[in-house]
């Protein structure tokens, strides 16, 4: 599909250490997204980047932290502090239109395992 | 506050019967809506925003501001319909997205 990659596609992490999940695209885009999507819940905001170094927390943005150094670049990390991280991942990316932002484009996600 | 409600979490059908997947919002302001669906083993799409007021799939859904309402709805199921559906609102300036907990949809043979 190419546009917005997800990387790696299953991770395994034990309990107490950080874990960073990778969300790249080349769509130009100016706004990414980071989602948690578990079963009966649908998706639920974490964080979100409308620019470059800038990003805002979502509902549920305890123990996770993320960057936007580059546009291209919107990795999250895992930490030690989620209590519950094992979930389903899932990074988009929208572009801007004037003053508001269109269709999101997602990646193809990551499933991340604590052990 | 849930925004978005989708109040089934699975629905069936019959091949060539109609289908309405519900959705309600709640949103003070003029909010944007959509469809976003995700078929077994592919990536969250978007169906189609009430914005383009278009037809994807045979798939449409008016924005109903008066009951906040925006029900997605096809005249005769298909069997590639099956997937998991779920419905979306963005603010006005789409700094935020906030999405349903979905249904899941399956149509029968």
């Known amino acids: 599909d190419g546009g917005i990659t997800q990387s790696p596609k299953y991770l395994f992490r034990k309990e107490g250490q950080n874990v960073t999940l990778s969300c790249e695209q080349n769509l130009n885009h100016d706004a990414m997204y980071w989602y948690r999507q578990d079963p009966g819940q649908g998706l639920r905001l974490i964080y979100y980047s409308q620019i470059v170094n800038d990003f805002q927390k979502g509902d549920i943005a305890e123990g996770y932290s993320v960057s936007r150094e580059k546009k291209e670049s919107f990795p999250l990390t895992v930490t030690s502090a989620q209590k519950n991280p094992t979930a389903f991942y899932l990074c988009?990316?929208?572009?801007?239109?004037?003053?508001?932002?269109?269709?999101?484009?997602f990646g193809p996600g990551t499933r991340l395992t604590v052990l | 506050a849930q925004r978005v409600t989708q109040p089934e979490k699975l629905l069936s059908v019959f091949k060539g019967a109609p289908v309405e997947l519900k959705c309600n919002y709640s949103?003070?302001?003029?909010?944007?809506l959509f469809w976003y669906v995700q078929y077994s083993r592919q990536r969250l799409q978007l169906l189609l925003r009430?914005?383009s007021r278009e037809s994807i799939k045979g798939f449409t859904a008016d924005l109903n501001k008066g009951e906040t309402s925006f029900h997605l709805k096809k005249p005769f199921a298909q069997e590639e319909d099956s997937a998991m559906y779920y419905c979306a609102l963005s603010e006005g300036t789409g700094n935020q997205f906030y999405f349903g907990t979905g249904t899941s949809l399956t149509v029968i043979p």
């Open positions: 988009a990316s929208s572009r801007r239109d004037g003053s508001s932002y269109n269709e999101q484009f």
């Open positions: 949103y003070s302001g003029s909010p944007e």
């Open positions: 009430h914005i």
